[in-house]
T-cell receptor
Framework: SAVISQKPSRDICQRGTSLTIQCQVD?????MFWYRQQPGQSLTLIAT?????????ESGFVIDKFPISRPNLTFSTLTVSNMSPEDSSIYLC?????????FGPGTRLTVL | RKEVEQDPGPFNVPEGATVAFNCTYS??????FFWYRQDCRKEPKLLMS???SGNEDGRFTAQLNRASQYISLLIRDSKLSDSATYLC??????????FGQGTTLQVKP
């Protein structure tokens, strides 16, 4: 199995600011995924982060709003830029190890 | 139409009851199917994979009907600890996981 940690676990931010979320995995993985889970909703994939190349974004998500870094095979960051209250959500990173997909504990973001 | 649709719930059942959740998916090229469990304020965790032949893990039975694009999860002898949200998850032909909205189960004493 994979052990995934995320920082911060939660934050309350003012609109217009940015927050960078860190994800650390205890195994080397090719792809890391970033998801968003809005209140009462299921998970939506934001982007796939590959080491050594640009992240691949899903429809409705853009790099300017959600820049991603992937400096090595065990670490990634997601930045939520120029935040608005609509960005209030749980952000989860995820990896595939073997046939199973594992999720980090999530970062609970509230934008005022 | 959503790519993965589930019974919205919530399901409120007494301990010991049998409860079934249903899920349909729209992409006939979908390759893999799963049920995940998500406890309140926690991350999703894999409950079981779903195979065409059906599979059972203790009190949990999952079924897949590819012709009808239908997935089910049956929980027998419900326990209080089964209370959670159950997510139907499909891996599409692009390799990405697509999540249903989840069905909330509340088992009461």
């Amino acid at each position: 199995s994979a052990v995934i940690s995320q920082k911060p676990s939660r934050d309350i931010c003012q609109r217009g600011t940015s927050l960078t979320i860190q994800c650390q995995v205890d195994s080397q993985v090719t792809m890391m995924f970033w998801y968003r889970q809005q209140p009462g909703q299921s998970l939506t994939l934001i982007a796939t982060a590959n080491q050594g190349s640009e992240a691949t974004y899903e429809s409705g998500f853009v790099i300017d709003k959600f820049p991603i870094s992937r400096p090595n095979l065990t670490f990634s960051t997601l930045t939520v830029s120029n935040m608005s209250p609509e960005d209030s959500s749980i952000y989860l990173c995820s990896v595939v190890l073997g046939y199973e997909q594992f999720f980090g504990p999530g970062t609970r973001l509230t934008v005022l | 139409r959503k790519e993965v649709e589930q019974d919205p719930g919530p399901f409120n059942v007494p301990e010991g009851a049998t409860v079934a959740f249903n899920c349909t998916y729209s992409n006939s090229a979908s390759q893999s199917f799963f049920w995940y469990r998500q406890d309140c304020r926690k991350e999703p965790k894999l409950l079981m994979s779903v195979y065409s032949s059906g599979n059972e893990d203790g009190r949990f039975t999952a079924q897949l009907n590819r012709a009808s694009q239908y997935i089910s999860l049956l929980i027998r002898d419900s326990k209080l600890s089964d209370s959670a949200t159950y997510l139907c998850v499909v891996r599409g032909n692009t390799g990405k996981l697509i999540f249903g909205q989840g069905t909330t189960l509340q088992v009461k004493p």
